[in-house]
């Protein structure tokens, strides 16, 4: 299985900050993968897909670039909602793969 | 309003069964991929299965073969999990999610867009 490396586990911003998450692939996953967020006790939200297109609602704060086996999530300015915990997901081969998060706190 | 609502979870002893279900609505339920994915408690998010819109095709991940068995209604809008020989590393709060596949410069890519609000599976004697 491909195994997705997040970078950092967690984070430590204020708002206003500039925030960015990277993502590895064990392998090339071309440029499969997105990135969901997660609030404590909800389930997932779809923010980045294909890499680099931004989910439709998705603030344009957010960002995704990258492509073979090394991806990134910007947060331009981070806001207050935006604290929560972010995961990347591989959807290039199976079994689909998702990151070990990374919290992003005050 | 689309969504997706998830029901079945409960406590269940270890060796036990338990038969999740996912009713759609707002969206035409036969046009999409469907997947369940799980979080234990404190953990972070794990890919268990998905579905083929007719039901044609599935895929597992390893530590559920054998064990668990994806399914699908389509005239009831409905997607299923059944869970069999469960184990304690089996207890999560279990998501469905829609896959929008999206075509994009010749290329097809998951995006699960919509979500569940999950169900808890507990695995417990």
């Known amino acids: 299985a491909i195994q997705m490396t997040q970078s950092p586990s967690s984070l430590s911003a204020s708002v206003g900050d500039r925030v960015s998450i990277t993502c590895r692939a064990s392998?090339?996953?071309?440029?499969?993968l997105g990135w969901y967020q997660q609030k404590p006790g909800k389930a997932p939200k779809l923010l980045i897909f294909?890499?680099?297109s931004l989910q439709g609602g998705v603030p344009s704060r957010f960002s995704g670039s990258g492509s073979g086996t090394d991806f990134t999530l910007t947060i331009s300015s981070l806001q207050p909602e935006d604290f929560a915990t972010y995961y990347c997901l591989q959807d290039y081969d199976y079994p689909r793969t998702f990151g070990q998060g990374t919290k992003v706190e005050i | 309003e689309v969504q997706l609502v998830e029901s079945g979870g409960g406590l269940v002893q270890p060796g036990g069964s338990l038969r999740l279900s996912c009713e759609a609505s707002g969206f035409t339920f036969s046009s999409n991929w469907m997947h369940w994915v799980r979080q234990a408690p404190g953990k972070g998010l794990e890919w268990v299965a998905n579905i083929k819109q007719d039901g044609s095709e599935k895929r597992y991940v390893d530590s559920v073969k054998g064990r668990f068995t994806i399914s699908r209604d389509n005239a009831k809008n409905s997607l299923y999990l059944q869970m069999n020989s469960l184990r304690a590393e089996d207890s999560a709060v279990y998501y469905c999610?829609?896959?929008?596949?999206?075509?994009?410069?010749?290329?097809?890519?998951?995006?699960?867009?919509?979500w569940g609000q999950g169900t808890m599976v507990t695995v417990s004697s």
């Open positions: 294909a890499a680099s």
């Open positions: 999610a829609r896959d929008r596949d999206i075509l994009l410069t010749n290329a097809w890519y998951d995006a699960f867009d919509i």
């Open positions: 392998q090339y996953i071309r440029n499969d």
